[in-house]
């Protein structure tokens, strides 16, 4: 039926809304990706503070369980992580975009040491950011940027087999398609192995 919904104009909207997705997230990348490969540009004032805290709660469970009750108790923003050092030290490290803070628990888990890092807003560690930002834990930040990238991976899918798909109703018209798929698929299967076997 003439202007009626068929499975061609389905394939070419979904290829159309995938394209606009990567549109924005090549462009983010790109840009975000010239301004790091300069490192003329200022990457920011980094401030450093230390200070001695009390310990209110000793670490009675396990390091997961206490790195979220300093980020709940102190108010720590970002994504956490933990080591032990070979001292005995416990590290809790809480990262959020323009801070970093390292909470240091010793053996007698009398004292945490913390040491915060603030580092001042510019292009290029906005640009380290969001290159750096993964993972849905941390705040709505990281979360919000964990669905677009899921969702321009999604894109970059869709856009791939709809583009093929189109392609293949009309091979006959361009039988050089072949090539330029076949290229597609080798020079990144090439880097990947490359990647392998490379020493």
């Known amino acids: 039926m003439a202007g009626g919904i068929t499975l061609h104009r389905i394939i070419r909207m979904i290829h159309l809304i995938s394209s606009m997705i990567l549109l924005v997230f090549l462009l983010m990348y790109t840009l975000t990706g010239i301004i790091i490969t300069h490192h003329g540009l200022p990457y920011g004032q980094q401030e450093l503070s230390r200070s001695k805290i009390p310990v209110e709660q000793a670490m009675d469970s396990s390091p997961s369980?206490?790195?979220?009750?300093?980020?709940?108790?102190?108010?720590?923003?970002?994504?956490?992580?933990?080591?032990?050092?070979?001292?005995?030290?416990w590290e809790f490290y809480?990262?959020?975009?323009?801070?970093?803070?390292?909470?240091?628990?010793?053996?007698?888990?009398?004292?945490?040491?913390?040491?915060?890092?603030?580092i001042d807003r510019t292009l290029m560690t906005v640009a380290h950011n969001l290159h750096g930002l993964r993972g849905f834990t941390g705040g709505w930040v990281y979360t919000a940027w964990a669905i677009y990238y899921d969702l321009s991976a999604l894109a970059f899918i869709l856009f791939g087999i709809s583009g093929i798909y189109m392609w293949f109703k009309?091979?006959?018209?361009?039988?050089?398609?072949?090539?330029?798929?076949a290229a597609g698929v080798l020079f990144p299967l090439a880097i990947v192995l490359a990647f392998l076997f490379s020493r």
């Open 65 to 89: 369980d206490y790195a979220k009750y300093l980020k709940n108790q102190y108010a720590f923003r970002g994504k956490y992580g933990y080591r032990q050092q070979e001292n005995g030290n």
């Open 94 to 118: 809480f990262q959020f975009p323009g801070e970093q803070v390292k909470v240091t628990l010793t053996p007698s888990q009398d004292t945490l040491f913390v040491e915060a890092t603030h």
């Open 170 to 181: 009309n091979r006959k018209r361009y039988p050089s398609g072949w090539w330029y798929l």
